[in-house]
Nanobody
Framework: QLQLVASGGGLVQPGGSLRLSCTAS????????VGWFRQAPGREREALSC?????????EYLDSVKGRFTISRDKPRTTVYLDMNNLEPDDTAVYSC??????????????WGQGTQVTVSS
């Protein structure tokens, strides 16, 4: 069973930055698109962004984070990052990554990581 691990969360002040990382127990990330999601208490899960297997195409889904959050991959394609800048208290949530079944960001997410908590507070 594939295991994804999302890491890099923590407590940050408003206006601060964090970099989240998503890795997998196998080389699955190399051949599949990966998306970032978040869920705050009492709210539905939100899709943030997605990157294709080769990193040649990204998709941004949530208007409130456009221009502040950036998805990327490392060259070996074993890690997917989410760089978050100018964080706001409303960004507080558990952030998770998930793989898509194809090269591009289509199809329902299939494998999920356990999530990492991001808390934005002064």
């Amino acid at each position: 069973q594939l295991q994804l691990v999302a890491s890099g969360g923590g407590l940050v002040q408003p206006g601060g930055s964090l970099r989240l990382s998503c890795t997998a127990s196998e080389s699955y990330l190399r051949s599949h698109a990966v998306g970032w999601f978040r869920q705050a208490p009492g709210r539905e899960r939100e899709a943030l962004s997605c990157i294709s297997s080769g990193g040649d195409k990204t998709s941004e889904y949530l208007d409130s984070v456009k221009g502040r959050f950036t998805i990327s991959r490392d060259k070996p394609r074993t890690t997917v990052y989410l760089d978050m800048n100018n964080l706001e208290p409303d960004d507080t949530a558990v952030y998770s990554c998930a793989t898509h079944p194809y090269y591009y960001c289509s199809g329902r997410p299939e494998f999920w990581g356990q999530g990492t908590q991001v808390t934005v507070s002064s």
